[in-house]
């Protein structure tokens, strides 16, 4: 499976972007989709998961309220829709598949086997 991610960009605070991950080589759609980031100088961290079917979703406390996931399993696909952005969310964002056989998410990153690229989001202030 390779994950790509997109959408990132350059945005001032308050604004909104909409992050993409497209899954190819093998379907996701029984897996749980997760999204991470990595600021500069810190360690990658959780930010939002999505069960194997959209019903259940959850967030890290940072971003709740404000950022939104959501997937299209018939277009392999997963989103991050981010509103009110604060210069504090500017990090390489991360999608990644989890290996997890019940298709529950999680905030474990070594729950996940398949990972995106990255793609860059920066918030100026």
């Known amino acids: 499976v390779q994950l790509q991610a997109s959408g990132g960009g350059l945005v001032q605070a308050g604004g909104s972007l909409r992050l993409s991950c497209t899954a190819s080589?093998?379907?996701?759609?029984?897996?749980?989709l997760g999204w991470f980031r990595q600021a500069p100088g810190k360690e990658r961290e959780f930010v939002a998961a999505?069960?194997?079917?959209?019903?259940?979703?959850d967030y890290a406390d940072s971003v709740k309220g404000r950022f939104t996931i959501s997937r299209d399993n018939a277009k392999n696909m997963v989103y991050l829709q981010m509103n009110s952005l604060k210069p504090e969310d500017t990090a390489v964002y991360y999608c990644?598949?989890?290996?997890?056989?019940?298709?529950?998410?999680?905030?474990?990153?070594?729950?996940?086997?398949?990972w995106g690229q990255g793609t860059l989001v920066t918030v100026s202030s």
């Open positions: 990644a598949r989890s290996m997890r056989y019940d298709g529950d998410w999680s905030r474990i990153q070594t729950d996940y086997d398949h």
């Open positions: 999505i069960n194997w079917s959209g019903i259940s979703t």
């Open positions: 080589g093998r379907p996701v759609s029984f897996h749980a």
